[in-house]
């Protein structure tokens, strides 16, 4: 990750920050791109909110404040003077927005009320740095939703579900599994927490993004009522909804190989690279050839990168473009040029083909196209080859202690039967699948005996 | 502001703190999609740097250190532990970003280096709130850069300028002046300020961005070198440039008229409102006609919204989008539909003109221009009368506390001699222009009398 560029470790003397680089954010903008067309096109507008919270917002939903205070960063000093009131650096902004959405809530009218913030949030955990994973400061959306019915804010949290879905999916070439969180580890206040979980190659799952209905409690703390058709009044509904920069973590880990990074071209900032093979007599006519074909490109709208630079070999640039993590190489020498033709790369497994000069543009489509159903492919094979299933809580623990991946079995529901595991091994129930939570495969919870209501994967995460 | 939905105050306990709604957001944006694509196009990559800076980085350069230090937001407690060492919430940050510049750069072939960040800053300033001009938070983008030689470093510092003149002139409608902050008003650490300076209608001097030329002084405190072509090791020099959401209080302020808020057409979320008029018995004719223009425009790329609410009239629609300050109105009525026409109103003056529904496209991109030119031409008209000039101290007192707007009058160059008029009415020098600043009109300094060097635009500010 740092061989190629995307982060550096913050300051010595501030564990568990990262820094940017460019190439770094430039993934981070792609994420933004798509979700933000999503959200729009489907009812959100962004807004800004303070990036402090007074301490007595922040204390008003008990299980809210109990959750987060742990890790909240505190400012307590401004312009020279100890402050009255301490200042939460946002850990998310539930406790501030809901206040403002009261606000602006009179009538029914005025409901659903859609916004997402783009920003970053400090949670003051005391774990190692792991840059996009874990991070005591990170960047995120938020999106805060106010609705007149529990029906409608389950639509809304599922909607939202799904556009992340469609993110890591589509965009990012990882498949997901939907799903709800155990009671126990859901948002704090809120009613139901889902989740897209993903595997990486190490067998870890990660938790991809979530989206919490909230019910009514948020609503309740902060008086966020509505008055009806009938001219009642009612309390209204929220969810929250939330994608950070882990979304980066899990891009990089999921596709990286030896080389190095391997970008879909979805999010590629280069999609193609063209690296120019030439002699000394041929070198006019190889550049003047990759000159045009890299025009071309660029005016059909795709992002190529024209590596001309004299004072570095082919061999070299390949290395370079590899680590990088460029999808698709061009390589153009003297034979090409006579030739009229293109080799192609893939950077996933290397797969060379030589393709006709003309018809450049479909070709690079297609190829492009392969190159990020190749990713896809991949990922959907690791993840479908990792999901086990066991009967006896030994059976849990020897298949994840050998296999890592996702074990899949009957639970009661109840937190304890987590722990037998948990205690053993640092793994957990990551998800209850949506469509299998009424139907386990078997009647008995598989830890303790008593009746399954429910299917739980087990994994160890991040 | 407030009252167009644009800004809410932050929370009670927060003076200085504001809440950006969506409609004042989108104005953000606008103003984000604009100088991003400039500043890519200009070999600027965006990445984002921590929100907190160990206290020990910000001491290290003095000047830098005594210029923020009074208006520092400090993190001192983390995770429920008192933290070893102070956090700053970066006010601006060139103390964390220019050592990672160092970090990234050792020849001369790594530059020039080009960095920006969009996010938030936060300055405790014990002043009154005023949402986008004076707030304790705020939004903006910070541009730091490294380059060879300090003829570069003066090019970039002016290109920047250049493209935040732009930004007020071609798309904020704002005419603004370009020149330097007086020496005793740079930034500090820095080696010159410049500045666009924007009059707005109560006779203000509004400083809409700055770009600073820092000479050495920070890459010696932070060791930013590099290695050139012979070899010998080189102090880099730097800049840095920003524009915050100031620009939206500009906007705001200089547009806006009894009626409400008026927006350029290149930034109004609706550019076009069309109010369909009608009895009951023309009703489903009117509506269906406007949805078609609606959509013809839609189509076009315009960004149109049709007000089609049953429960509100004409006449409560034509008010609530003009203190929206949607720049263009389409009325359409039984007659506009019988003879294939369309009432056009332009939002600042009112302007009516009836249009052929045939070229639809053409007239509203005509119109739109033609608002834009409006505004713009109307804000330029009060600019050019409200520079004047004066020749004596108690000249410039009595213009400005008559007038306001500008005096220029020759300058020594000496702060005495601004305190002179500042300690009398809440005026300071706000720029030397770059073209003038070597010939002023006399030989004098109006104020001392010794040798006038430069020409100084004396200006209330905010
Ligand atoms: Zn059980
Ligand atoms: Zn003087």
New binding site residues.
């Given amino acids: 990750m740092r061989k190629a560029g995307l982060a550096s470790y913050g300051p010595d003397s501030m564990g568990g920050f990262i820094v940017t680089r460019p190439r770094g954010y430039a993934l981070w903008e792609k994420v933004q791109e798509n979700l933000d067309e999503w959200f729009k096109g489907t009812g959100v507008d962004n807004a800004y909110f303070p990036m402090f919270i007074p301490e007595s917002y922040l204390d008003k939903e008990s299980e809210f404040v109990e959750g987060f205070d742990p890790e909240v960063a505190w400012v307590t000093e401004g312009g020279n003077q100890e402050l009255e009131e301490r200042l939460a650096v946002r850990p998310t902004s539930e406790s501030i927005i809901t206040p403002y959405m009261s606000q602006w809530t009179r009538s029914h009218r005025d409901l659903p009320l859609r916004l997402n913030q783009w920003c970053s949030v400090v949670r003051w955990e005391a774990t190692e740095t792991k840059p996009f994973f874990r991070t005591k400061e990170f960047l995120w959306q938020e999106g805060h939703t106010a609705h007149e019915s529990a029906e409608e804010a389950w639509d809304e949290t599922v909607t939202r579900l799904g556009q992340y879905e469609k993110l890591y999916e589509d965009v990012l070439a990882i498949p997901v599994m939907r799903g709800r969180k155990p009671e126990h580890d859901k948002f704090p206040g809120g009613e139901t927490t889902t989740t897209v979980e993903a595997l990486m190659p190490d067998g870890k799952s990660l938790q991809g993004a979530t989206s919490h209905d909230l019910g009514q409690s948020f609503a309740e703390a902060y008086d966020l009522t509505y008055v009806d058709e009938e001219e009642e009044e009612q309390v209204a509904h929220t969810t929250s909804w939330g994608l950070s920069w882990r979304a980066l973590g899990g891009l990089i880990m999921t596709h990286s190989d030896d080389q190095g990074l391997v970008l879909p071209p979805t999010v590629a900032p280069e999609q193609v690279v063209i690296v120019p093979i030439w002699q000394e007599d041929t070198r006019e006519d190889v550049l003047q050839y990759s000159t045009e074909v890299a025009a071309e490109l660029e005016e059909a709208g795709v992002r190529v990168h024209l590596d001309d630079r004299d004072e570095r070999n082919p061999g070299f640039k390949f290395n370079e473009w590899e680590l990088k993590g460029v999808p698709l190489r061009i390589e153009i020498g003297p034979n090409e040029v006579e030739d009229e033709e293109l080799t192609f790369a893939h950077r996933p497994d290397g797969e060379q083909s030589v393709v006709s000069r003309d018809g450049l543009v479909d070709s690079v489509d297609a190829h492009l196209d392969a190159v990020q159903e190749k990713l896809y492919e991949s990922a959907e094979e690791r993840l479908e080859e990792n999901v086990r299933e066991a009967d006896s809580p030994e059976e849990i623990l020897g298949t994840i202690g050998k296999h890592g991946g996702y074990v899949k079995t009957p639970?009661?529901?109840?937190e304890?039967?987590e722990q037998v595991i948990k205690e053993k091994i640092a793994a957990e129930i990551v998800m209850v699948p949506f469509d299998e939570e009424h139907e386990p495969d078997a009647d008995e919870?598989?830890?303790?005996?008593?009746e399954?209501t429910k299917t739980a994967y087990f994994a160890k995460t991040y």
Same sequence: chains 1, 2.
């Fill in positions: 639970w009661c529901g109840d304890a039967c919870c598989t830890l303790c005996g008593d399954a």
